[in-house]
T-cell receptor
């Protein structure tokens, strides 16, 4: 158990809908990262927050947004969902702001299925 | 643009054998190379990592070999066990700058037969 929690574990929704994925980092970790994992694209970095502030953006669609709250939990909002958004979404956390070298601890993921 | 290329996609090894997974990168600014292990239904977990100032790092049965001039690095699993069956991801990142992120390879599904 990495200490990172994600809810829900599974999510099934329809195209055009909006969903929110939630992540609680390990105790003491200030950074939260979001990743999308699909069979064809592998693990894709979406966005990184450190202590409430956005630090880096990856291949995140404009339909997706995220935030990190004062209690350090984070939410990833996915809107106008398309079939291609079906994937595993992972949250990871680390102690510091340097995503390049800080060990990232991954949560168990949220499996999103868009029908 | 795939900045980290990983091969093979899948690998079957007999118990006690050596598993070798290779990765190649393009960005010469990368200076941190971790390997992650992922079991079904779980998130990836850091296995071992290396920086380019050394050519090899060993932790137990797991060894990373690094070739800076060739821009390649590989994971060797000695005495492979059925419990090692998982998906392995190589990754790379830069430790400096302000927009650093982990770039992952597409993964290798390792099956170790008993």
């Amino acid at each position: 158990d990495s200490g990172v929690t994600q809810t829900p574990k599974h999510l099934i929704t329809a195209t055009g809908q909006r969903v929110t994925l939630r992540c609680s980092p390990r105790s003491g970790d200030l950074s939260v990262y979001w990743y999308q994992q699909s069979l064809d694209q592998g693990l894709q970095f979406l966005i990184h927050y450190y202590n409430g502030e956005e630090r880096a953006k990856g291949n995140i669609l404009e339909r997706f947004s995220a935030q990190q709250f004062p209690d350090l939990h984070s939410e990833l909002n996915l809107s106008s969902l398309e079939l291609g958004d079906s994937a595993l979404y992972f949250c990871a956390s680390s102690v510091g702001a340097n995503s390049g070298t800080d060990t990232q601890y991954f949560g168990p993921g949220t499996r999103l299925t868009v029908l | 643009q795939q900045q980290v290329k990983q091969s093979p996609q899948s690998l079957i090894v007999q118990k006690g054998g050596i598993s070798i997974i290779n990765c190649a990168y393009e960005n010469t600014a990368f200076d941190y190379f971790p390997w992650y292990q992922q079991f079904p239904g779980k998130g990836p977990a850091l296995l071992i990592a290396i920086r380019p100032d050394v050519s090899e790092k060993k932790e137990g049965r797991f060894t990373i070999s690094f070739n800076k001039s060739a821009k390649q690095f590989s994971l060797h699993i000695m005495d492979s066990q059925p419990g090692d069956s998982a998906t392995y991801f190589c990754a790379a990142s830069t430790s400096g700058g302000s927009n650093y992120k982990l770039t992952f390879g597409k993964g290798t599904l390792l099956t170790v037969n008993p």
